[in-house]
């Protein structure tokens, strides 16, 4: 039986999700496009009518993820994001967590379409950290992106050496409360944030 565009494309949206999840569950490596597609509720020979490889679907099921994680930081200021994405809930949660911390050292290992993602991806969070306007007090708006830079790069960098940690190591939860402790003081203290260099 032949299906519609609108059930094909239903289809690909939902082997994407599944993927992004998987993906960021188990890394590139630890799971085939076979296993994949059965997840998705597909066979391995309906792959390639949607996909042109594996790395296409990294980098639409990277995008996938990225977007999902903007979609849930939009709205919300620095403070709170610093709060939900360095907590233990985050850390625990990897296959629905963010996208950079769970693969962003296996994208630096892939095609260059997988790493462009990851570069747009950053650029999204970014702009949701820092949107238009926000820049005040004097701090230009340079100013204002190296701050959500270094925001961005601390949280996800302490989410990473967090989940390198044994689960119940009381070192994967000292670095979550540390590392969230020192970037909401400096999001705290104007002086900081002027200071901050460019």
Do not use: W
Request: glycine share 8%; net charge negative; with cysteine.
């Amino acid at each position: 039986m032949k299906i519609t565009k609108a059930q094909a494309q239903a289809n690909r949206e939902h082997v994407v999700e599944t993927a992004s999840r998987l993906f960021r569950e188990r890394g590139y490596d630890g799971i085939g496009v076979a296993d994949l597609m059965a997840a998705a509720g597909f066979t391995h020979g309906g792959f390639y009518k949607q996909f042109g490889s594996k790395a296409d679907l990294m980098a639409e099921s990277a995008a996938c993820g990225i977007a999902q994680t903007a979609a849930l930081s939009a709205g919300v200021d620095a403070p709170e994001f610093v709060q939900y994405y360095l907590s233990r809930e985050h850390r625990d949660t990897r296959a629905t967590g963010c996208t950079m911390a769970a693969l962003g050292g296996d994208a630096a290992r892939q095609p260059e379409a997988v790493r462009a993602t990851f570069a747009a991806g950053i650029e999204s969070l970014l702009a949701v950290l820092s949107p238009e306007g926000t820049a005040s007090d004097g701090v230009d708006a340079g100013r204002a992106r190296a701050q959500s830079l270094d925001i961005l790069a601390h949280a996800v960098g302490a989410i990473v050496m967090s989940r390198a940690c044994p689960d119940d190591s009381p070192l994967a939860d000292e670095i979550l409360a540390v590392c969230r402790d020192k970037i909401l003081a400096s999001l705290s203290s104007p002086a900081t944030a002027r200071n901050h260099p460019k």
